[in-house]
C-alpha cells in the first residue's frame, strides 16, 4: 500500500509542531470528510516512542518461520521496491512487490496450510482481512486463528485492515508482520506501539528502509489506538508522531 495521500500534511503538521521534536503547539487539521480522529494525547508534548519490552516467543512454529523468512529475506535482498506485481528472485536477491503480495509469498512459504486456505490467486490487503476475520478466536481453521486482543498479539502474527469509505486512497487497505510484541504508549489513551514488516514506499516511525528509495520490505512502528478492550480501532502511520489516526478497525491472525 503506498503511503495515503492523507499522510503528506500530517508529516507536515508534524514537523511544524515539534520544532524541539517534543512540544505539541499546532493543532492538526484535514477535510472534515476524511475518517481521521486527532491523536488522543494526555499532555502538551509528543509521546516518547516506548522500550521494546521483553521478547516472547512466537505463538506457533508457523510464526516462528515467518520471522525466519523476513530476517532471511531482509538479509538477501538486494533490488527492492514497492510494485504491484510480486517479482521475486531468491537467487539475485530481487523482492519486488507490494503488501498483500509480500505478505502472500510469506505465508506461502512458511505456512503452508495458511497458504493453502488462501487459494491460487493473490489476495488485496482487503482478502487478507477477511480471512482473519472469518476465523475463529478459540482455535485455528485452515491454518488461521484471530487473535482478539492486541495485547495477546505476538511476533509472526499478521495484521490487516481495510481502507475505510472516505479515505483519500485507491487501495484496499495494509497488511504485514507484527514482529515485537505491542507496548504501551505513554501519553497515548489506550494505544500500543507496534514494529512491524511490511512492503511500503512511505516510512514509519524507526523505519529501516533508507530513505530516497523505491520502497519494499522492512520494518518499522504503527500506534494503534484500541477500545480500551483490546479491540485495535485506528492506525498512526508515524507512530507516536501521528497526528491524525486513520479510523478503521485492525484486525490480528495467527498462523498454524
Known amino acids: ?58 505463538a506457533t512454529p508457523a510464526a516462528a518461520r515467518v520471522i525466519d523468512t523476513l530476517a532471511r529475506v531482509q538479509r538477501d535482498q538486494r533490488d527492492i521496491a514497492y510494485q504491484h506485481r510480486t517479482s521475486v528472485n531468491e537467487r539475485t536477491g530481487r523482492y519486488r512487490w507490494d503488501c498483500s503480495g509480500m505478505v502472500s509469498w510469506v505465508v506461502r512459504h512458511a505456512a503452508p496450510r495458511a497458504g493453502r486456505a488462501m487459494g491460487s490467486e493473490r489476495l488485496a490487503a482487503r482478502g487478507i482481512y477477511r480471512m482473519i476475520e472469518r476465523a475463529p478466536t478459540d482455535h485455528p481453521r485452515a491454518g488461521w486463528q484471530r487473535v482478539e486482543h492486541i495485547e495477546d498479539v505476538r511476533a509472526g502474527d499478521v495484521f490487516a485492515w481495510r481502507t475505510p469509505p472516505g479515505a483519500p486512497s485507491r487501495h484496499t487497505g495494509h497488511t504485514g508482520f507484527v514482529v515485537q510484541r505491542p507496548r504501551p504508549v505513554d501519553g497515548l489513551r489506550d494505544a500500543f506501539a507496534v514494529r512491524v514488516a511490511d512492503s511500503i514506499v512511505g516510512p514509519h516511525q524507526d523505519d529501516t528502509r533508507p530513505p530516497n528509495t523505491e520502497g519494499g520490505l522492512g520494518t518499522g512502528v504503527f500506534v494503534f489506538l484500541t477500545d ?29
Open 228 to 256: 480500551g478492550e483490546g479491540h485495535a480501532t485506528h492506525y498512526g502511520w508515524h507512530g507516536t508522531r501521528t497526528a491524525g489516526y486513520m479510523r478503521t478497525p485492525v484486525l490480528f491472525g495467527r498462523l498454524h
Open 1 to 58: 500500500m503506498r503511503r495515503l495521500a492523507i499522510l503528506a500534511p500530517l508529516v507536515l503538521v508534524a514537523a511544524s509542531a515539534a520544532a524541539d521534536d517534543t512540544v505539541l503547539t499546532v493543532t492538526p487539521t484535514w477535510p472534515a470528510e476524511w475518517p481521521m480522529d486527532p491523536a488522543p494525547i494526555t499532555s502538551s508534548r509528543w509521546p516518547e516512542l516506548p522500550p521494546a519490552l521483553a521478547p516472547l516467543p512466537p
